[in-house]
């Protein structure tokens, strides 16, 4: 696991047009193929999965591309939302640079990028 000065901390909640909670997944890939953290670096893995939970709620550890020892810098975040009864969602996601390992991130307010070919 990387240093929580590499980290941020992303949240999200998610209702249908109900108000009723969720179910399902968010799955998160860094732009990057390879990314490396600290000194001699340490190949990472910016793959992961997050299950919302009973109240639609996620809250997930993720690598900061702006956080010092991370090469490449700067990368962005493709976000797949797989929820159960609705159309999966696809987008790309910037972490901020000035982002704190302290707080917490909305998903549903980072701002989406274009990726470029």
Known sequence: MFPDTQSVTVVGSFTGPDGLPLTGYVYYSATEDRVLS??????????GR???????DIRSRWLNPHAAGVTPGGWNYRVIEAFHGCETSRYTVAIPEDASPTEDLDLNTLARVTETA
């Open 38 to 47: 600290g000194d001699p670096g340490v190949l990472v893995r910016c793959d």
């Open 50 to 56: 997050v299950e919302l939970s009973e109240t639609g």
